[in-house]
C-alpha cells in the first residue's frame, strides 16, 4: 500500500496535571501501534493538561478549535481519542470538528482490531456483538455514508453485513447475537467438563499484548499459532498438549493479550473465551523483559485477571525475549516463581519446564473419602486419573486414601472427610 491511502489520524488525550504527562504520553504510543495495527498512522499527537473535565466535548474550545485546524490544513479525517467518549461526546466533537473528522475513542479502535483479526466463529461473534453495543450507537449518523463507502477504521466488522447502526434492527440483532454467544457459550463448558473428566493439568498462558504467548505455545508444542508483531495478533484461544521432560501431559492455552485501559465491559465481552484463563490450574504471566514498561504491564495483567475471577490462581512470572538482552538476568529480581526465557531461542524452557513439574505437585495433596457404595463406580475412576494410597471396606462405604490435585477435589471433593499435609 503506498502512502498516500494510509489514513492519518490525529491523537488526543487530556492529561489531569503536568505530573500525568508522561504517563499520557506512554498511553499515547500505544494507541500509535494499535492504530497502525488497524492500518492507520498517527499525524500528530496531542495532549491537553486540563483539570476540570468538560463533558460536552471532554477537551476546552480553544483546542478542539486547534485539532479542527491541524484536520484542515492535512487534509486528515481522522481524530482519536485515547480514553472512552460517549455517543454524544462523539457527535459534538465531530461537529465541532467540521462535517469530514470522524471521532474514534481507545475502544472502538480495539474492537476495530479484533473485528480484523477474529477468526473462530464464537470470536467473530463476540466482536460483532461487542460492536454493536458499544461502537454503533457511537457510528449513528455515519450509517448510511459508511455502507456506500466501505466503512473504514472503527466500522470493520466480522459480520457477513457492514455494521449495522440501524436503531430499529439494532435491539434484534443483539438479542440473536447473544443467544447464538450462549448456545456456544455452553459447548464451550461441555467441552471443558470432558476436558475436566481426563485430570490433564490446564497452564493458562496470559499476559500483555505482543509479550510473546502465542511464540511460547509454538515453542512448546508446534501449535503454529500466528505470531505476530502486532497488538492483540490472537483473539480465539487455542488449547493444545503437551508432555513436560518430567514425563507429565499437561494443556497449554493461548489467550487474547491485555491492554492498560481495557474496559470492564470490553473484557466481559470475551468472557467465554477468558473463561480458559478462569479454569486454569496454573497461570504462566508472560512479559516482554526488554519494554520499560513492563511493571505496568504487570499490574494491568494482574488486574484483569483478578477482575476475571482468577487473582487467587498459582502462578509464574515468565520474562521473555531474553535473547535481546545482554544480561537478562540483572533486569529482573530473581524469585522461586520467576524464570526468564526466550521463546524464540528456546533459551530457559528447561527452567520453566522444572517450575510448571513443581508447581503441579505442589498443587497436589493427600485426602481421606468416603464413598458411598451406590456411588462407588468412581473410586474406580479415581484409579485411571490419581494416585491411590488405600482402600478400606467400611459399613459406611469405601474409605479411600488419595492423591488429588485441584481438578480431582473439584471432581472428588464432596467425599472429603480430611485432608493432610502437601505430598
Ligand atoms: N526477540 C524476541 N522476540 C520475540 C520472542 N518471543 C516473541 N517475540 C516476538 O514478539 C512479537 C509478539 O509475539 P507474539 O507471540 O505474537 O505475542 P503475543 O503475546 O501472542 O501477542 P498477542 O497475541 O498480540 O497478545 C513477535 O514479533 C514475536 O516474534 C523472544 O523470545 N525474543
Ligand atoms: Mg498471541
Given at each position: 500500500m503506498s502512502d498516500e491511502k494510509i489514513e492519518r489520524a490525529v491523537l488526543v488525550s487530556i492529561a489531569a496535571s503536568s505530573s500525568h504527562v508522561r504517563e499520557c504520553e506512554l498511553s499515547l504510543d500505544e494507541l500509535e501501534r494499535l492504530l497502525s495495527t488497524a492500518g492507520a498512522s498517527a499525524f500528530c499527537k496531542v495532549i491537553q493538561i486540563k483539570e476540570s473535565f468538560d463533558p460536552r466535548t471532554c477537551l476546552g474550545k480553544g483546542k478542539v478549535q486547534e485539532i479542527a485546524e491541524i484536520c484542515k490544513n492535512n487534509g486528515i479525517g481522522l481524530v482519536v481519542f485515547d480514553f472512552e467518549l460517549s455517543p454524544m461526546q462523539i457527535r459534538n466533537l465531530e461537529a465541532d470538528f467540521g462535517g469530514d473528522v470522524r471521532v474514534l475513542d481507545r475502544s472502538m479502535l480495539i474492537l476495530d482490531i479484533f473485528?480484523?483479526?477474529?477468526?473462530?466463529?464464537?470470536?467473530?461473534?463476540?466482536?460483532?456483538?461487542?460492536?454493536?453495543?458499544?461502537?454503533?450507537?457511537?457510528?449513528?449518523?455515519?450509517?448510511?455514508?459508511?455502507?456506500?463507502?466501505?466503512?473504514?477504521?472503527?466500522?470493520?466488522?466480522?459480520?457477513?453485513?457492514?455494521l449495522e447502526t440501524d436503531r430499529r434492527h439494532l435491539h434484534e440483532k443483539i438479542n440473536s447475537l447473544e443467544a447464538r454467544l450462549r448456545e456456544l457459550e455452553h459447548?464451550?463448558?461441555?467441552?471443558?467438563?470432558?476436558?475436566?473428566?481426563?485430570?490433564?493439568?490446564?497452564?493458562?498462558?496470559?499476559?500483555?499484548?505482543?509479550?510473546?504467548?502465542?511464540?511460547?505455545?509454538?515453542?512448546i508444542t508446534d501449535a503454529g499459532v500466528l505470531s505476530e508483531d502486532k497488538l492483540f495478533a490472537t483473539l480465539d484461544p487455542t488449547t493444545r498438549k503437551a508432555t513436560l521432560p518430567s514425563g507429565e501431559t499437561v494443556l497449554f492455552t493461548d489467550t487474547v493479550g491485555f491492554i492498560r485501559k481495557l474496559p470492564h465491559h470490553l473484557v466481559k465481552a470475551?468472557?467465554?473465551?477468558?473463561?480458559?484463563?478462569?479454569?486454569?490450574?496454573?497461570?504462566?504471566?508472560?512479559?516482554?523483559?526488554?519494554?520499560?514498561?513492563?511493571?505496568?504491564?504487570?499490574?494491568?495483567?494482574?488486574?484483569?485477571?483478578?477482575?476475571?475471577?482468577?487473582?487467587?490462581?498459582?502462578?509464574?512470572?515468565?520474562?521473555?525475549?531474553?535473547?535481546?538482552?545482554?544480561?537478562?538476568?540483572?533486569?529482573?529480581?530473581?524469585?522461586?516463581?520467576?524464570?526468564?526465557?526466550?521463546?524464540?531461542?528456546?533459551?530457559?524452557?528447561?527452567?520453566?519446564?522444572?517450575?510448571?513439574?513443581?508447581?503441579?505437585?505442589?498443587?497436589?495433596?493427600?485426602?481421606?473419602?468416603?464413598?458411598?457404595?451406590?456411588?462407588?463406580?468412581?473410586?474406580?475412576?479415581?484409579?485411571?486419573?490419581?494416585?491411590?494410597?488405600?482402600?478400606?471396606?467400611?459399613?459406611?462405604?469405601?474409605?479411600?486414601?488419595?492423591?488429588?490435585?485441584?481438578?480431582?477435589?473439584?471432581?472428588?471433593?464432596?467425599?472429603?472427610?480430611?485432608?493432610?499435609?502437601?505430598?
Amino acid at each position: 500500500m503506498s502512502d498516500e491511502k494510509i489514513e492519518r489520524a490525529v491523537l488526543v488525550s487530556i492529561a489531569a496535571s503536568s505530573s500525568h504527562v508522561r504517563e499520557c504520553e506512554l498511553s499515547l504510543d500505544e494507541l500509535e501501534r494499535l492504530l497502525s495495527t488497524a492500518g492507520a498512522s498517527a499525524f500528530c499527537k496531542v495532549i491537553q493538561i486540563k483539570e476540570s473535565f468538560d463533558p460536552r466535548t471532554c477537551l476546552g474550545k480553544g483546542k478542539v478549535q486547534e485539532i479542527a485546524e491541524i484536520c484542515k490544513n492535512n487534509g486528515i479525517g481522522l481524530v482519536v481519542f485515547d480514553f472512552e467518549l460517549s455517543p454524544m461526546q462523539i457527535r459534538n466533537l465531530e461537529a465541532d470538528f467540521g462535517g469530514d473528522v470522524r471521532v474514534l475513542d481507545r475502544s472502538m479502535l480495539i474492537l476495530d482490531i479484533f473485528a480484523l483479526h477474529a477468526t473462530s466463529g464464537e470470536g467473530k461473534l463476540q466482536v460483532e456483538l461487542a460492536q454493536l453495543k458499544y461502537s454503533a450507537p457511537r457510528l449513528v449518523g455515519h450509517g448510511t455514508e459508511l455502507s456506500r463507502q466501505g466503512g473504514g477504521i472503527g466500522t470493520r466488522g466480522p459480520g457477513e453485513s457492514k455494521l449495522e447502526t440501524d436503531r430499529r434492527h439494532l435491539h434484534e440483532k443483539i438479542n440473536s447475537l447473544e443467544a447464538r454467544l450462549r448456545e456456544l457459550e455452553h459447548n464451550r463448558s461441555v467441552m471443558r467438563a470432558k476436558r475436566d473428566r481426563s485430570g490433564i493439568p490446564k497452564i493458562g498462558i496470559v499476559g500483555y499484548t505482543n509479550a510473546g504467548k502465542s511464540t511460547l505455545l509454538n515453542r512448546i508444542t508446534d501449535a503454529g499459532v500466528l505470531s505476530e508483531d502486532k497488538l492483540f495478533a490472537t483473539l480465539d484461544p487455542t488449547t493444545r498438549k503437551a508432555t513436560l521432560p518430567s514425563g507429565e501431559t499437561v494443556l497449554f492455552t493461548d489467550t487474547v493479550g491485555f491492554i492498560r485501559k481495557l474496559p470492564h465491559h470490553l473484557v466481559k465481552a470475551f468472557k467465554s473465551t477468558l473463561d480458559e484463563v478462569v479454569y486454569s490450574d496454573v497461570l504462566l504471566i508472560v512479559s516482554d523483559v526488554n519494554d520499560p514498561e513492563v511493571g505496568e504491564h504487570l499490574r494491568v495483567t494482574e488486574e484483569v485477571i483478578s477482575d476475571l475471577g482468577a487473582g487467587d490462581k498459582p502462578r509464574i512470572y515468565v520474562y521473555n525475549k531474553c535473547d535481546a538482552l545482554d544480561n537478562c538476568a540483572q533486569h529482573v529480581e530473581p524469585r522461586e516463581d520467576t524464570v526468564m526465557i526466550s521463546a524464540r531461542t528456546g533459551y530457559g524452557m528447561e527452567e520453566l519446564f522444572t517450575l510448571i513439574s513443581d508447581m503441579l505437585s505442589r498443587l497436589k495433596k493427600e485426602y481421606t473419602l468416603l464413598v458411598p457404595y451406590a456411588e462407588q463406580a468412581c473410586v474406580s475412576s479415581m484409579y485411571d486419573k490419581y494416585s491411590v494410597l488405600s482402600t478400606e471396606y467400611l459399613a459406611e462405604g469405601v474409605l479411600v486414601r488419595v492423591v488429588l490435585d485441584e481438578r480431582g477435589r473439584g471432581l472428588y471433593g464432596g467425599y472429603i472427610v480430611t485432608s493432610d499435609g502437601e505430598v
